[in-house]
């Protein structure tokens, strides 16, 4: 008895581009199907990843072994298994409070303030002048709500220490963390771990950050998560769970992951993370689904990972 | 809160060499604790694997990505998260039934007959008279035992061939499977899958056998299970799950995950399994809790993977 693989390209369309590292708003990746179980595919060749032709020609030929595939099938048989059972995947499973993670300006921040978000995760770094007006305006504004600021190491080491200074006391006191601040290799990087009394994050690069991070992105799309787990163990980091800016299969692939792992063994503090980010794109039915961006995550709903109606309309294409 | 890692060095003592590619006896590892979850690495270097030091040295750098390391730390996460809760990791899991693992004569065959194993998987193609001549007289000896021979690749297709060629028809219809009979960039291996009505099996090399088998091994010590459940499922292989001939806690992590995986939903057969291989080491006392080797999986007892007892008296020394 096989199974076929079978394929389907999406396009998601952002509104502004989604990291420090380009103006792309347009974003393409597959859904996989094997049986009935889907999981997603959604390579950012800014970040590092592999094209999509060269994900998708792996799975043609088995490869299940680079990361950005390796997830896909894993989802894909988690989905799989709990739509034969004909149950949601989310039954019993607690997922954490989200940041909203917000590109654009001060509209965006309102809308978050006013859906109940906490904490409010924003790129910087690029246009640096208007992120500190915006920052010191909006912390004035909304004195209680707390932020993440993600460089995606455009800054150097200078860059980054003078960006800091233009902020308010009271605004730094109000950041969680600064996400890759500036390269590893940098001059200011040894011996840093926090800034100004700052805590760092590490997203892509926990190697090369030797250990001077006190939060690492734990990112189901990427990550083996048990391994993942043990390290953060060892080395006494906090885990931030977060999707990877993917198709909604794959954002509820990353919400679960993170509602499963057991942060009470490993010793993880289990901090705000970052599984709602289906708000950045131009609603399909998928992003529909999804319900409006909220800290508290909504299962939705169906069996597997849901959206059994959707997926019955999409048009699959057998991979081999 | 960091947790250290822990090891300890132990070696198995062999009556025999384990496989056709050597001769070795003296088979050494290390047992990893992690909190209180324990594995085991347990390289095979004549099979191709990492030396013990390389191993040891990716645990002390954090490095969990080779699959014998990747594997250790899940069962130590495993293990540990059972020992918190005091329960054992066997509760519920259905082991399945496996074959007797045999290096040695007629004598070890009685043994395994009188403990009441069906299935007999041996090495073979180093000493080929002698083993034609062996099977022989077992087979009328033992009309109804199964037989599944491992060549470890010692062969070339021909002489795969004639080894055939000079087993009586009963014995033929008694064998499950040839494992690695020739490598597979061997002029005989195209459109081969089973020979002379026996089909193959594949354990390390299953991208260069290009599907010309039935059976691929599973072995949890090396592999990431979920995509090789997957990869199965779409290919129509059958798994057959076994232990990597390593220390107690590393063959019941191999048990164990052959347990857990759903069979049912990857459309697998679930053939008679491979995880009772102590009974090839000189006793110690892990190796005496696991109990005379027979077909149907004993748990060790105790919480996680069990051994409670013997594992308090380990000496456990630092990685870091």
Redesign the interface.
Same mark, same amino acid.
């Given at each position: *008895? &096989?199974?076929? @693989?079978y394929i389907h390209h999406y396009e998601l369309v952002s509104r502004f581009g989604l990291n420090s590292r380009s103006d792309r708003t347009r974003h393409k990746g597959v859904l996989i199907k @094997? !049986?009935d179980g889907v999981g997603c595919i959604h390579p950012w060749r800014e970040l590092g990843d592999p094209s999509l032709e060269e994900l998708i020609e792996d799975l043609r030929k !088995?490869r +299940? +072994?680079r990361p950005l595939v &390796?997830s896909a099938?894993?989802c =894909? *048989?988690v989905d799989? %298994?709990a739509r034969?059972q004909g149950v949601s995947v989310f039954d019993k499973v607690e997922v954490p409070r989200s940041h909203a993670t917000i590109v654009g300006g001060s509209e965006r921040i309102e809308e978050a303030v006013a859906a109940g978000f906490e904490v409010v995760k924003m790129k910087a770094g690029r246009r640096v002048a208007e992120e500190v007006e915006l920052l010191n305006a909006m912390h004035e504004r909304y004195p209680n709500l707390r932020w993440r600021l993600d460089f995606n190491n455009v800054l150097d080491g200078g860059g980054i220490r003078s960006f800091i200074k233009s902020l308010s006391d009271g605004l730094r006191a109000k950041i969680d963390f600064l996400e890759d601040p500036c390269e590893a290799n940098d001059r200011d990087w040894a011996g840093i771990r926090s800034l100004y009394g700052i805590p760092l994050a590490v997203d892509r690069k926990v190697e090369e950050a030797r250990g001077q991070f006190t939060y690492a992105i734990a990112k189901p799309a990427l990550d083996?998560i048990?391994?993942l787990? =043990? %390290?953060a *163990?060892?080395? !006494?980091w906090e885990l931030v769970f977060t999707s990877y800016m993917d198709h909604p299969i794959g954002q509820c692939y990353a919400a679960w992951c993170s509602g499963k792992v057991?942060k009470r +063994?490993y010793?993880l503090e289990d901090p705000v993370a970052g599984l709602m980010t289906h708000g950045l794109f131009e609603p399909d039915a998928f992003i529909e689904r999804m319900g409006d961006p909220s800290p508290q995550w909504q299962s939705p709903g169906g069996t597997g990972f849901g959206f059994d109606d959707l997926l019955e309309d999409v048009k699959w294409e057998k991979l081999k």
């Open positions: *008895m &096989r199974s076929d @693989i @094997i !049986g !088995g +299940f +072994f &390796r099938i894993k =894909a *048989m799989g %298994r034969s083996d048990t391994p787990c =043990a %390290r *163990m060892i080395e !006494g057991e +063994f010793g």
